[in-house]
């Protein structure tokens, strides 16, 4: 069980609570405002898990993010507790690139908002949609972004994201899943050394007309007009730079800010090593 109350004061929502559609959108836009895509405790070599007192006690008690199975598994309990239908569904980010392997790298959500009327949902995707998608085919403004939902002739869903996101979109299908069933995937890429969840440090939030992405020692400010990007300089940039994502630095523990850089000063090294920049 998730504390409620105490969720709803996490994500600073204080509107009606209502299993339809304006009380989905408004609590997804909620979450995305407060709660920050990160993997801050994969790079740290801390464990990661999906039952629900642990996510309750990161997200809810400790203020902090996480990646898209504990995001999504966390708003999917909210939800159901608040008296929304909802299904975990298995996803699959880049399945172009990699092939049938890719399935199951992501956990999106399917919502219920009606007898007939189903929402796709997902607070996990680091720069997506603030406001849930309809399970329709079409294209869907938010802003100056524009999200489409397509489906293929085997029956399989594609959200394609707007042209600049950091991922072109993920394939899902509609089977519902426990969140149990996530927890080996959540593991495996939270801790296998080939995992890009291992190997670089990111943040990630959207925003009306942007996103900002923390990549190893790269902040980019993505929009529909412009790229920028800035390389931090030290630790300290570092730090100023996890709390503007709302990550509670003060309470990540011990060295772990001096650490995070450690290993994001090497990816970005790394990084320039393999481009021939250095």
Same mark, same amino acid.
């Given at each position: 069980?998730?504390?409620?109350?105490?969720?709803?004061?996490?994500?600073?929502?204080?509107?009606?609570?209502?299993?339809?559609?304006?009380?989905?959108?408004?609590?997804?836009?909620?979450?995305?405002?407060?709660?920050?895509?990160?993997?801050?405790?994969?790079?740290?070599?801390?464990?990661?898990? *999906?039952?629900?007192?642990?996510?309750?006690?990161?997200?809810?008690?400790?203020?902090?993010?996480?990646?898209?199975?504990?995001?999504?598994?966390?708003?999917?309990?909210?939800?159901?507790? *608040?008296?929304?239908?909802?299904?975990?569904?298995?996803?699959?980010?880049?399945?172009?690139?990699?092939?049938?392997?890719?399935?199951?790298?992501?956990?999106?959500?399917?919502?219920?908002?009606?007898?007939? +009327?189903?929402?796709?949902?997902?607070?996990?995707?680091?720069?997506?949609?603030?406001?849930?998608?309809?399970?329709?085919?079409?294209?869907?403004?938010?802003?100056?972004?524009?999200?489409?939902?397509?489906?293929?002739?085997?029956?399989?869903?594609?959200?394609?994201?707007?042209?600049?996101?950091?991922?072109?979109?993920?394939?899902?299908?509609?089977?519902?899943?426990?969140?149990?069933?996530?927890? +080996?995937?959540?593991?495996? *890429?939270?801790?296998?050394?080939?995992?890009?969840?291992?190997?670089?440090?990111?943040?990630?939030?959207?925003?009306?007309?942007?996103?900002?992405?923390?990549?190893?020692?790269?902040?980019?400010?993505?929009?529909?007009?412009?790229?920028?990007?800035?390389?931090?300089?030290?630790?300290?940039?570092?730090?100023?730079?996890?709390?503007?994502?709302?990550?509670?630095?003060?309470?990540?523990?011990?060295?772990?800010?001096?650490?995070?850089?450690?290993?994001?000063?090497?990816?970005?090294?790394?990084?320039?090593?393999?481009?021939?920049?250095?």
């Amino acid at each position: 069980m998730i504390d409620v109350t105490g969720y709803l004061e996490r994500i600073g929502y204080r509107g009606p609570v209502r299993p339809d559609t304006d009380t989905l959108v408004a609590l997804h836009r909620a979450h995305l405002a407060t709660v920050p895509y990160e993997n801050i405790d994969i790079q740290l070599g801390r464990p990661v898990s *999906l039952d629900p007192a642990a996510l309750a006690d990161k997200i809810v008690r400790r203020r902090r993010g996480g990646f898209c199975f504990e995001l999504n598994g966390a708003f999917g309990l909210l939800l159901s507790q *608040l008296g929304f239908t909802v299904r975990y569904v298995r996803s699959a980010v880049n399945v172009e690139r990699d092939g049938p392997a890719a399935w199951g790298n992501h956990l999106a959500l399917l919502v219920a908002t009606g007898p007939d +009327d189903w929402m796709l949902a997902d607070v996990g995707f680091g720069d997506g949609f603030l406001a849930p998608l309809p399970l329709a085919i079409g294209t869907y403004p938010q802003g100056p972004l524009t999200y489409q939902v397509r489906r293929d002739l085997s029956g399989t869903w594609r959200m394609v994201h707007h042209p600049t996101g950091t991922a072109p979109g993920y394939e899902f299908r509609t089977d519902p899943l426990a969140l149990n069933d996530f927890a +080996d995937r959540c593991a495996e *890429l939270a801790t296998a050394p080939s995992s890009s969840y291992v190997q670089t440090l990111v943040v990630q939030q959207p925003h009306h007309d942007h996103s900002m992405s923390l990549r190893a020692r790269s902040l980019v400010r993505r929009s529909p007009d412009a790229i920028e990007t800035r390389t931090l300089a030290d630790r300290d940039e570092l730090a100023a730079a996890l709390a503007d994502f709302g990550v509670p630095v003060d309470a990540l523990g011990g060295d772990a800010v001096d650490a995070l850089w450690r290993r994001a000063d090497e990816q970005h090294r790394a990084w320039l090593s393999a481009r021939g920049r250095i």
